[in-house]
């Protein structure tokens, strides 16, 4: 029977991963680990592997949440009676997302951009973390549309899967020029503008008497 470990690895992961967050895989050093965590060399590669591992660790964890967070928000039970219109709650989340990435101070940007900006051009297993949480959330995206189509708010001819690329694409490069401070207003706006975007079902014309 193997010993329990003396830490508790959740807390431990999410340290490392805040670290990695702030200085980058390359500017991040096996010390940097030990002074975060506050373990010894050896205890952190025995729990997570070499430097590479902890790092795919804490993105993978790090997606898994976004993407689960993003689910709530979009189809949490009860959303339907407070906003009815799928379109009104995609809206909804886009700007609060937008919101955050302009109230972050200092602008680290979003963990899941740094790291494949960073790294998922030459590291495989990174861009294929990145693509899995990059394809849910554009799903999700996606399934909102088919759900404004169904309610009647969006175009039947509207492509819903790239629309939901489209809104991913624009929340990824909201997350950027954020870095930039631009103001909260416009990136607010970006991301309405975004929505305003998908096409809307055009009411049928009366016919005049």
Known sequence: MGRK???DEPVVLGVVRDQFWTTGSAGTSAYDLTEATGLGKGSIYKAFGNKRDP???AL???CQSLVAE???QLQGRGLEAVLPSPLARLE???VSIANAFAAESPHRRCFLTKATADLAGEDEKVA?????AFDDLARMFGAMIRDAQDAGEVAD???S????YLLLSVIRGIDSIAKADIDAATLEQTARSAVALIPQRTPPVGRSE
């Open 157 to 159: 001819h509207a492509d």
């Open 5 to 7: 470990r003396g830490f």
């Open 161 to 164: 899967s790239a629309l939901g």
């Open 70 to 72: 993003a689910r709530q």
């Open 55 to 57: 790092y795919l660790r």
């Open 92 to 94: 909804r989340y886009l």
């Open 128 to 132: 294929q973390v990145a693509r899995r």
């Open 60 to 62: 993978s964890d790090y």
